[in-house]
């Protein structure tokens, strides 16, 4: 029997209930912070085989649907097939191990896991595949053990982790012909605040979420980098990630289950922190994940004391707190010494369980969407890439998975900090990305915007398709007499019914002849994934050495004209496309190698600063010439057999007259001239480097023809 109309009992019967519903929710949920309550998704609950077993450190298999995990107190490696609702589970061999953290990697081969014994002191080695095991002891096994990371890619496999009581961090690498394994212990500086939690490994760095610090690790340098988180109260760094664009995230909190001091934070690019405090009191946040679709933050609230355990998505990036921290610098050590492996073949259990299903309510606010998850005390957060939330729940011994949320769109800009000068304009990428088959077409609203700051968009409202992204270009011009300093632009987009807003850090610098004080290096920022990178802070510190002379003020402003007039549409390709991005790099090197060789000069001269960036600038002119113009060039010439010598006297004719002009524009203070002898000299020195390249390259040709 079907029915076409609810009767006004029925509606009053459902009323009733969602109030008393409402009215059952933990206190802190019907906090007045102008949060609603909302049907959110499906949440599926699998139990643990093993009673008590305390999952946790979960991560995603290589199918992308669901997950291994370790049993803290099961003392035991699990994994779940969401297809077939079945658990494996293998054994440690080590009796109260305590097995904390867990990592995958490949290797060009089966999947292996890596992880912790935080109670015996180990890491070790698994392969599912074959069931070969392998433990590590580390020289103490009282050190704290704790998370664990691997960087991608290279032929030994490199597993970071963090000693969590032990102040230190350590890197074990290993041989997988030999499965010996050299390791690296190390005490973190006095700033990282007595110790660290998290770890994310990437190629060439490593980030650590300090109790008092974000702080990374570069294998060129050899030497640690600290940002100083806010200071809130107890409050410690916990976990940490990182987003497509090079944003690093961490989460902040305590155990106290009535604090306020809970909080989710971004290191961005430049090296400004964004922080959003969560809204329960006694959240007691602890993982981090990053959707991969719209690179929104989902974070575990596990809320030991509160007893209200949650998981929290951040729907708008705009609304927190800017902090400028403290950065400093430290040198890494550690001494290496080499480990044995005790290796065997665990043997598998296997279990078919049936799975609970429940409708879960949500709690939206202005800035976070909370899902009360009760007592279960949410200890890891994953989402995948269909959208789907994962959860380990240590408290109520299973794994969920939050599904078939409403649709809705995240709302991202990039970058996420630009500087311009009075009378300049800058341009940003703002995206739209359709979250559970949305579609829409949201206008994008400018709010809080400075005064003598205009801003246009390219296509407006942004057209989302189901499960696509949607782009418009933002051209911010900031007027002649406009006021410097630093703002929060907050742009809005809004279908009518759902909402979302995303910030842009606009800095105004102070005066036209120093457009790019705080100005970012936007391809080199996009090729390497983040302006973090030691390879962008090697172009950023060149930059800002040579800005502090009249010379190199001179010539970046009309260089930054020229830059920006099309760098972020290039930037903006190279963030889209991965392929490309590699090509970049290879492309980059060279004028990274230049420049960090003549940073060397500048380093040397640094005393006199004209000089300096003078001679410093010759050099990386003629070898950025020479390679990128030169050696093509050269080999060109042996085909069509063309003559330079007039392009060079004319370079060394234009460079002369540059010299000239740069001495005389310094001893009478003439901006203009600067600019106009700065120029002339950086392209007839790179331009005659090229030329002279060139005929070293076609007699070179010419010779090894004739022997």
């Known amino acids: 029997m079907q029915f076409t109309h609810v009767s006004r009992t029925s509606r009053a019967v459902a009323v009733a209930a969602l109030m008393i519903l409402a009215l059952s929710l933990p206190t802190s949920l019907r906090a007045t912070n102008m949060r609603t ?3 959110g998704g499906t949440l599926t609950e699998w139990t643990v085989p093993t009673p008590k077993s305390g999952p946790s450190a979960m991560i995603l298999d290589q199918s992308g649907s669901c997950c291994w995990f370790v049993e803290y107190y099961g003392n035991k490696i699990g994994h779940l097939d969401p297809s077939t609702n079945t658990f494996q589970e293998w054994p440690i061999p080590t009796a109260s191990a305590n097995p904390y953290s867990l990592t995958i990697t490949s290797n060009g081969g089966p999947p292996e896991l890596w992880g912790t014994e935080y109670g015996s002191g180990k890491l070790f080695m698994f392969s599912p595949t074959s069931g070969n095991f392998r433990e590590y002891s580390l020289p103490r096994s009282d050190t704290g053990v704790g998370y664990v990371s691997v960087e991608p890619g290279g032929p030994q496999v490199r597993v970071w982790f963090t000693e969590t009581i032990n102040n230190a961090n350590g890197e074990l690498i290993y041989d997988p012909t030999t499965g010996n394994a050299t390791l690296y212990e190390d005490y973190f500086p006095a700033a990282v605040g007595g110790g660290a939690y998290g770890v994310y490994a990437q190629s060439s760095s490593v980030w650590f979420a300090g109790f008092s610090a974000i702080v990374r690790w570069d294998r060129a340098s050899q030497q640690y980098t600290m940002w100083q988180l806010p200071v809130h109260d107890s409050a410690v760094g916990r976990f940490i990630s990182m987003d497509s ?6 989460t902040q909190g305590t155990t106290n289950g009535t604090s306020l001091n809970n909080f989710v934070g971004v290191l961005r690019p430049d090296s400004t922190i964004m922080e959003w405090r969560l809204p329960t009191p006694g959240a ?24 209200e355990g949650a998981i929290a998505v951040l729907g708008n990036s705009s609304g927190g707190t800017l902090f400028s921290p403290t950065q400093t610098t430290a040198p890494s050590g550690g001494t290496p010494v080499t480990i044995s492996s005790a290796s065997r073949v665990l043997t ?3 279990n078919t369980v049936t799975p609970d299903n429940r409708q879960l309510l949500g709690m939206r606010g202005e800035l976070f969407t909370e899902y009360s998850l009760e007592s279960t005390s949410p200890q890891d957060v994953i989402t995948d890439s269909q959208g789907n939330v994962w959860v380990s729940e240590p408290g109520a011994n299973k794994i969920a998975r939050l599904s078939g949320l409403n649709p809705d769109f995240a709302l991202s800009a990039s970058p996420t900090s630009i500087s311009v000068p009075p009378g300049g304009s800058g341009t940003v990428t703002i995206t739209g990305t359709s979250l559970y088959e949305y579609a829409g077409a949201p206008s994008i609203n400018a709010m809080n915007l400075p005064v003598g700051v205009t801003l246009s968009l390219d296509q407006n409202p942004i057209n989302i398709s189901p499960g696509e992204n949607a782009s418009a270009h933002v051209t911010i011009d900031v007027g002649l007499d406009t006021t410097a300093g630093s703002r929060q632009i907050t742009l809005e987009g809004n279908d009518g019914t759902i909402a979302h807003t995303t910030s842009i850090l606009l ?8 457009p790019s004080a705080k100005s970012q290096c936007l391809v080199a920022t996009a090729t390497f994934s983040s302006e973090l990178s030691p390879e962008v802070e090697l172009l950023r510190d060149f930059r800002d050495g040579v800005l502090k002379s009249r010379i190199g003020a001179s010539f970046l402003s009309i260089f930054n004209s020229w830059y920006y007039s099309f760098s972020p549409y290039i930037a903006n390709y190279l963030r889209e496309h991965s392929g490309t991005r590699e090509v970049m790099r290879g492309v980059l090197y060279p004028l990274i190698g230049s420049l960090s060789i003549s940073s060397v000069l500048f380093s040397i001269l640094s005393t006199y600063p004209e000089h300096a960036t003078l001679l ?11 390679f990128y113009a030169g050696i093509p060039l050269g080999f060109a010439k042996r085909r069509l057999r063309f003559n330079l010598r007039l392009s060079i006297q004319l370079c060394a004719a234009l460079l002369l007259c540059g010299l000239g002009g740069i001495l005389v524009g310094l001893n009478f203070g003439s901006s203009a001239l600067l600019m106009i002898a700065s120029s002339l000299t950086v392209l007839s020195a790179t331009c005659g480097s090229a030329a002279l390249t060139a005929e070293a390259v076609s007699k070179l040709g010419k010779k090894s023809k004739g022997t």
Do not use: C, K
Not at 245 to 250: E, K, L, R, S
Not at 291 to 302: D, L, R, T
């Open 284 to 307: 007691d946040a602890r993982d981090i994940s990053i959707n991969p679709q719209s690179q929104q933050p989902w974070i575990a609230e596990q809320s030991l004391v509160a007893g």
């Open 348 to 350: 598998t259990t296997t």
């Open 245 to 250: 664009h090079g944003q690093v995230w961490y």
């Open 616 to 626: 410093s600038g010759l050099m990386a002119s003629s070898m950025i010439g020479a």
């Open 507 to 514: 800095t105004i610098s102070n005066s036209t002849s120093s």
């Open 37 to 39: 309550l909302f049907a």
